[in-house]
């Protein structure tokens, strides 16, 4: 089957796929697509010219490799699969499912024989041993489930319907998320079913085996209520209070836990608040973020969409999957929704809304705290508007625009 090309990985990949001294470690949650982007690579390889005897391609979920489980069996399959002379290309999926395996991937790294690509679904594979003995000779590459630009152009790509109201689109995208396989499915409910799955693999492959959950209906509680909150300013003092109202009794400590594993897992974004007067973070009080929106609609049965935290959601990732850093920002009594950084420690600040256009209110609303930002960094006031007001150098946005055609802050 023809693959679909995600450019804005491939794009920032390309420099090392020879490279045999950085390891390329590809992360990112569950099913959003880190095994079809090493298999785009592949192609990309051969279409270059690469011959197919100088790629090995080890899927560890696989059935014909299910038995590759210790550091001895991968030193022995690799071996048995690299006859060829010259650079070899060795991707290896599901790395983590084989123990102690960083010492055969620093062996191979050391032969400067091989340019070595993994995937992986959560921050164990950048934890432990292999931070350690790789600091400074791995990438990692984090792959986000699609964007709202890569959800048109896959729909495109695979010959569904597409609208050309955006605005249909939007929602549509919202309540289905970005998981590349639920486009494959007719019904909403199917794409449902679909996600609600991958919340239980993330569960049974990335949490269980890593931590004990003693209290599984506790934690089943507690990823509810954080993914049911997504958007919302929030602290872990706030948090327990409001779980202790819905009859749910944690330590702290628990807590904590239970949302570091949340992140781990690449279900949820820590995003820190910044206050611009001290340019000091604040400490306790965060906005956590989805990986994808389809994650709330799955373990809830309202379809209605609260545009407020869904669209900063669909921001936020979207920054992120642009490699920009992300806070909130604080202004005295306001809050500007998004501080960006981008690589070139270039700022931008982002406030987020369905609408300006309701009233005058709501447009000063939105405008007033980027207007009390004193230094000359782009401001941006980001819409699902087509009318588009300029406001004392303060840039106006469609948002499905501005995602659409790659726009950088």
């Known amino acids: 089957m023809k693959l679909f090309k995600r450019e804005n990985y491939l794009r920032k990949m390309r420099s090392f796929y020879s490279d045999p001294e950085m390891i390329k470690v590809i992360t990112g949650v569950r099913r ?20 197919e005897e100088n790629i090995i391609f080890l899927d560890l979920d696989s059935r014909k490799y299910r038995k590759i489980k210790t550091d001895d069996q991968l030193e022995e399959l690799i071996e048995s699969l690299s006859p060829a002379n010259g650079l070899k290309y060795l991707f290896i999926d ?110 049974e492959k990335d949490i269980r085996r890593r931590i004990k959950i003693r209290n599984k209906e506790a934690f089943e509680k507690i990823r509810t209520f954080v ?98 850093s992300v806070s909130v920002g604080k202004i005295g009594k306001l809050e500007c929704d998004f501080i960006m950084r981008d690589v070139n420690m270039n700022y931008a600040y982002v406030q987020v809304a369905y609408t300006i256009l309701e009233s005058r209110t709501t447009e000063d609303r939105e405008y007033a705290s980027l207007e009390k930002i004193r230094d000359n960094y782009p401001k941006y006031v980001i819409t699902t508007d087509y009318l588009l007001q300029q406001r004392n150098g303060i840039k106006h946005r469609n948002l499905m625009e501005f995602i659409r055609n790659g726009e950088c802050f």
């Open 94 to 203: 599901e790395i983590q499912n084989v123990h102690d395996f960083e010492e055969v991937v620093n062996a191979f790294r050391d032969d400067g024989e091989y340019s070595i690509f993994m995937t992986g679904s959560n921050s164990y594979l950048l934890s432990g041993e292999l931070a350690t003995k790789l600091t400074g000779r791995y990438i990692e590459f984090e792959l986000f489930p699609l964007s709202f630009e890569e959800y048109i152009e896959m729909k495109t790509f695979y010959e569904r319907p597409v609208e050309t109201n955006l605005n249909i689109e939007l929602n549509r995208y919202l309540l289905e998320g970005g998981f590349p396989k639920a486009i494959q499915y007719e019904t909403l409910a199917d794409k449902r079913t679909y996600v609600k799955a991958v919340i239980d693999e993330i569960f």
């Open 227 to 324: 993914i049911n909150n997504f958007g919302a300013t929030t602290s872990v003092t706030s948090m327990l209070e409001a779980l202790r109202k819905e009859g749910i009794i944690v330590k702290r400590e628990t807590l904590n836990r239970y949302i570091d594993v949340l992140c781990d897992a690449k279900i949820l974004y820590e995003c820190s608040r910044f206050d611009l007067k001290s340019k000091k973070s604040l400490r306790g009080e965060k906005k956590y973020y989805l990986a994808d929106t389809s994650f709330y609609f799955a373990v809830n049965t309202d379809n209605r969409i609260n545009y407020g935290p869904t669209l900063e959601n669909m921001v936020y990732i979207y920054a992120r999957s642009r490699d920009y």
């Open 32 to 51: 959003c697509g880190k095994s079809c982007l090493m298999e785009t690579v592949r192609e990309e390889l051969l279409e270059d010219g690469i011959s």
